[in-house]
C-alpha cells in the first residue's frame, strides 16, 4: 500500500522540470509533437525521420511545389544543444519466477535501467543526416555502441528518398505504431522480440545499409512508406556481426507502411537471413549448421476519438531446424499474435493494456505456446513532456518448444524516465 500511495502522488502531482528533448529545443516544440508520450512515435514523429529529422512542413496544400528536403530548416542554424541529448531511467521491480524442475525465486530491486547519450539531427543546406546511440550503462553493462548512422536524403518534403548507412536497428522504430518497439510499455511486444531456439530474435543492430522512399498527400493526411534493408545479421551466439563478417550471404529486410485518418496505419514487414548455428552446445554430439530465418508480419492501429488506440498484429516464423548432424532439415514455425489497446485519459497520461500469444512447434512435434499479458499506466510530469512515471505489471509464460518445460515469470515494475 505505501508503494501505491506514493505512486498515486507522483502520477497525480505533476513537478516542474526545465529540461527538454534536443529536437524539441530545435523547433521549439513539446514532445507531443511528435510522440504520443515518449518514445511512441505518431504520424508526424515518423514523418521527421524518414525526412531526415527535419519537421514536416506545414504550408504542403497543393497550391505549389513541395519544398525541396535541402530547403527544410533552412534558417535553423546548427547548435550543440540542439543536437546531443541524455536519456536516463531508473525503476523498482518485484519479480516472481516458477517453473518445471526450477525453484520458484522471488526479489525485489532498485535499478538504473539506462544511461544513453544521443547526437542527431541533419546538416543544414544539404540533405545528410545523422544520429548516433551510446549506451553508457544498460542493465550494468559496459559502454557500448547502440547505434550510428549517416543518411542523406533527396526530393521534395512530398516525394523524397533516403540511403543510410552504419549500424542500425533491425526492427525498432520501423513500421506504424504496431510494429514498432518503441511503445507505452516498458518492453516491446514479445511478438517482436521471441528468441526462437536457433537464437534469433529482431531485436538486433548489424550494420548495414537503408533506403527508403516517402510519399506524403496534402497536410501530409496520407503517409506512404516504403523501406529496404541490407546488413550482416547475427553470429551463433545471437550478436550482431559488425566489421568482421566472414559470411557468403547477407540478411535483407522490407518494410511498406501506410498511415492515414488521425493517427492510424497498416505495416507490412518480412525478414529472410541466415545464421550459423551451434546445435546441441557443450554435448559430444554438437554440431553446427546454418539455418535459414524467415519472418512474415502484419499489423495496424486506429487512434479512435484521439483518445482510444487499438493495436493488433501477426508475425509468422518458419526457421530451417536440424536435430542431428547430417538429418534432414525440418523447420520450426511460430504463429504470433499481438492485441493492445492504449486509452489517453488526457494528453500525456494513458492507461494501457497489452495481450500476446505465439503457438510454436519443430517438425511434426507438438505444439508449444508462449502467453503474455501486460497493464500499466504512464504519466508525464512535465508541460514538456520530457519526464515521465510510469507503472506496469505483467505475467509471462513461456514453454520452450525443445524440450517443453514451461516458466512463469510475474513483474511489477515502476519507473521514472528522464529526457534531456
Known sequence: MPVLVALGCAVFAPQPARAIPAFARKYGLKCYSCHTIPPALNKTGYTFKRL???LPPDEMDGTKPAPKISE?????????TNSFALIGQGSFTVDKTKGDGITPTSSNSFNLDEVAMFAAGSVPDSGFSYFTHFELSQGGSSPFLEQAVLGYTAGRANSSYFIKAGQMHMQEGEGTRAAMFYNLFPEAAPVLTYTNPVNFSLDQHPVGINVGYTWAS???????AVSAKVTNGLNA??????????????????????????DGGVTFMTYQGTKDQVQNAGADNEFTYRPRIRRYGVFGNYLFFDKLDVLGGYLRSSDDWQDEPGAKPTRFTSNGYRAEVDYFIQRGFA???RYDRMKHSIADGPATHTNAWNIGSERALTEMGNVVLRATYGQERDQD??????VTDKLFKID???MW
Open 52 to 54: 531526415g529529422y527535419r
Open 72 to 80: 527544410l530548416d533552412k534558417n535553423i542554424k546548427f547548435s550543440i
Open 218 to 224: 496534402n497536410y501530409f493526411k496520407q503517409v506512404f
Open 237 to 262: 551466439d545471437g550478436s550482431a556481426i559488425l566489421f568482421n563478417s566472414t559470411k557468403n550471404s547477407k540478411d535483407y529486410w522490407v518494410d511498406a507502411d501506410y498511415w492515414f485518418g488521425p
Open 351 to 353: 492507461v494501457m493494456a
Open 401 to 406: 518448444p525443445v524440450s517443453g518445460t514451461a
Open 416 to 418: 521514472l524516465r528522464l
